[in-house]
């Protein structure tokens, strides 16, 4: 099994670009998580989806970032207008199902915005 | 919603010590405790997890202790090796009736040789 898949694994953008990551979950698993992780406040989830359904985006910043998941095997992440603020680490991961499954992490993007 | 507090925030311990990490959490609801680990350059990996029906749960040098009435849960580390320097959270759910993991803010583990 390859694990939850992450690309890029490295952004550096200039700000007021668009930015989008992507990410590849475990083949059958059925939830999917976006986390952000910075120093200053570790680890955010952003938005979770079941099924491929956007059940709580309530952790999305602001309307500069959107999230899809057209299928089982593929979900992006969009930032667009990128900002300098947006610097951080983004992961992907994807479980069975409900809350108390184990959470598989992907390597992360590491993005910088200048 | 469901606020987890870690300490400490740094550890340093020596080879073959043991290391504690503690974490109180606040939502009297919540009965799944993971531990993860993440390694530099890597994301988080799940160590070992605790739900509120036992009290202490072993694997090998790994031990989870929770306490349900204080609200708190901690990680044991023994006979501390080098691969063990990473940082490590905790983190709190209501298990299959909620998704969402709260983290703690993580310690950084460092073991000296």
């Known amino acids: 099994d390859a694990g939850v898949i992450q690309s890029p694994r490295h952004e550096v953008t200039e700000m007021g670009q668009e930015v989008t990551l992507r990410c590849k979950p475990i083949s059958g698993h059925n939830s999917l998580f976006w986390y952000r992780q910075t120093m200053m406040r570790g680890l955010e989830l952003l938005i979770y989806f079941n099924n491929n359904v956007p059940i709580d985006d309530s952790g999305m910043p602001e309307d500069r970032f959107s999230a899809k998941m057209p299928n089982a095997s593929f979900s992006t992440l969009k930032i667009q207008p990128s900002e300098p603020r947006d610097s951080a680490v983004y992961f992907c991961a994807s479980s069975f199902t409900s809350g108390d499954n184990e959470q598989f992490f992907g390597p992360g993007t590491r993005l910088t915005v200048l | 919603g469901e606020n987890v507090e870690q300490h400490p925030s740094t550890l340093s311990v020596q080879e073959g010590d043991s290391a504690v990490i503690k974490c109180t959490y606040s939502?009297?609801?919540?009965?799944?405790f993971p531990w993860y680990k993440q390694e530099l350059g890597k994301g988080p990996q799940l160590i070992i997890d605790?739900?509120?029906?036992?009290g202490e749960k072993k694997d090998q040098r790994i031990a989870v202790t929770l306490n349900k009435t204080a609200k708190h849960f901690s990680l044991h580390i023994t006979e501390t090796q080098p691969e063990d320097s990473a940082v490590y959270f905790c983190a709190a759910s209501k298990g299959s009736n909620d998704y969402k993991l709260s983290f703690g803010a993580g310690t950084t583990v460092t073991v000296r040789a």
């Open positions: 605790i739900r509120s029906n036992v």
């Open positions: 939502d009297s609801a919540s009965n799944y």
